[in-house]
């Protein structure tokens, strides 16, 4: 099953709380929060404090894409803020396992992502206690950017290293750059720029098609 995530990255952060609801009403399926710490990634977003604000805005999955260094010190508050999938970079801890470890104490779900020039091969001791496998299609940082075609290729290889999990793609995702990655095997697509800049409930639709 297909499912569209869009990324309120690309939302009116002055209006935030209603961008939530306008997505959740368009047909929604998660809600994707983009957490950066201008160290990990060259940009700086939004924490715990903010997810929490907008907790009550939907009921909609929170699928947190941590884009920070050592992720393992924030997990606990972002879980407390509400968060109901984490997303870690492999490239962002040592103890990547140790990680995910902790995340699914928590009860919540967990997941892994890879930067576009990071290799599947560092998925092979740990795809087998994840929820969700993220592919950078754009190197992270910032919305807007063109969709790297090489990711085709690394969706393809994970779905033949576990066959039901979920592959999320994120970066580039527009109504033209979803198809190849579906038939590539993947089936949770972010949207931000795609989605915010139209009529939200089009653009989803138009991604499932
Ligand atoms: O994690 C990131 C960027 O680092 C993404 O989730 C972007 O927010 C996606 O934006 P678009 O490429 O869809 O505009
Ligand atoms: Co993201």
Redesign the pocket.
Known sequence: MIKIAP?I??ADFSKLGEEITSITEAGADMI?I?V?DGMF?P?ISFGPVVIKSIRDKSNLCFDV?L?IENPERYIDEFVKAGADLITVHAESTTHLHRTIQQIKAHGVKAAVSLNPATSVESLKYIIDELDMVLL?S????????K?IPSTLEKIKEVRSMNANIDIQV????TDKTVKGCIEAGANVF??????FSGNYKERIESLKK
């Open positions: 990324s990255l690309s994707h983009d950066m990634v940009n894409h884009m950078m754009v190197n992270p940082g910032f919305g807007g950017q969709f994120d970066g580039g995702i972010v949207a931000g720029s795609y989605v």
